[in-house]
Structure formats: C-alpha cells, structure tokens
C-alpha cells in the first residue's frame, strides 16, 4: 500500500511563499508520475504540476511562471514551491502518484491566501 503525505500548507498574505511537500512510502522514482493537484470549494479537482519519472515536468497555464515542482530521491519526497501566490490559489492541495495505471492520492493540505 502506497502512503502520500502533505506537508507546508497554510495561511499566507498575496504576494507570498509557501512550499509543500509530499512525502512518499516508497521510492518516488517507482512511481511513473507524482503530482500536485488542487480543489477549491465546489469546483472540480484539477493538476497543477507533475514531474514525470524521467524528470519531464507539466504546469497548468495558470500557475506557469510562479509555481516550480521538484524532488529529492533521497527522501522520497516531491515539492511544490509556490510564489506569487495570489487568492485564487486557494485550495485544498493534493499530492497524486501514479504507478502501473493505479492511481493513489495523499490526504491533502490547505493552502489559504488572502488578499
């Protein structure tokens, strides 16, 4: 059983920085892709950066330019770095890794901006 946990959500002012982490039970290079995915109240969950197993990365349009996902082999772990956060940002971010078509999801964590 594959365990995701988030980690560096929390309340910060518009213009701000915040980094989340997801911390993997198993070797991250395992998994074919991990990503960072977010829900905002009513709204459907969307992808927000991933990094593929050959270190290829993806970003939705609207986070380009500020958000940069990375990781550390060493600890299992992927980041997300966010900067310029703005208030739209707001969400419940959730850490994904997909292994051999199977998809498993972290428990998630909040990220508040305000304005």
């Known amino acids: 059983q594959v365990q995701l946990v988030e980690s560096g959500g929390g309340l910060v002012q518009a213009g701000g920085s915040l980094r989340l982490s997801c911390s993997a039970s198993r070797s991250i290079f395992s998994f074919s892709a991990v990503g960072w995915y977010r829900q905002a109240p009513g709204l459907q969950r969307d992808m927000v950066a991933r990094i593929f197993s050959g270190g290829i990365t993806n970003y939705a349009d609207s986070v380009k330019g500020r958000f940069t996902i990375s990781r550390d082999g060493a600890k299992n772990t992927v980041y997300l770095q966010m900067n310029s956060l703005k208030p739209e940002d707001t969400a419940v971010y959730y850490c994904?890794?997909?292994?051999?078509?199977?998809?498993?999801w972290g428990q998630g964590t909040q990220v508040t901006v305000s304005s």
């Open positions: 994904n890794a997909i292994q051999l078509a199977q998809n498993y």
